[in-house]
């Protein structure tokens, strides 16, 4: 069963809203998602920069996309114990007010790692997908 980051009821306008976070950048490849948790498996999470946090965090969201940060104590909740750390920091950041919820619940990420696993696309998912890629894709700079 996935587990979705998204809301149902008012998804559009909630995406142009979630959109406005400068943060958030998504993998493109698996192959991606996994160099950036490695890089913050080789740091102390609570001393990453936000953006550098957020890097790691939309990649466990690509990477793992039926894991919902809610609840991931929770001994059914399915989040293997090496990725539990970065659920338990982003909730102490969001606690502390340091992330929004649409960065502590990075539903594009989540999305465009089931995407980017499927066979076939509507037309409608491709410009989405294409869309988060343009707002929120890697950066050459990254």
């Known amino acids: 069963m996935v587990l979705n980051f998204c809301p149902g009821k008012h998804a559009a306008a909630w995406w142009r809203h979630w959109r406005k976070s400068t943060n958030i950048v998504i993998p493109s490849t698996l192959r991606s998602a996994g160099r950036e948790l490695r890089r913050a498996f080789t740091a102390s ?8 946090f957020l890097r790691a965090w939309c990649a466990v969201a690509y990477a ?3 894991l919902h940060p809610d609840g991931y104590e929770d001994a059914g909740s399915g989040w293997p114990r090496v990725l539990k750390r970065f659920a338990a920091e982003a909730w102490r950041r969001a606690d502390a007010g ?4 649409e960065e502590l619940h990075p539903c594009a990420a989540q999305w465009s ?13 491709t410009a989405r997908r294409f869309q988060i890629a343009a707002d ?5 700079d990254g």
């Open 113 to 125: 790692g089931l995407y980017d696993r499927m066979h076939t696309h509507e037309d409608d998912e």
């Open 136 to 140: 929120y894709g890697e950066r050459a």
């Open 98 to 101: 340091e992330l929004a919820d």
């Open 45 to 52: 999470l609570e001393q990453l920069p936000k953006p550098d």
């Open 64 to 66: 793992f996309p039926g």
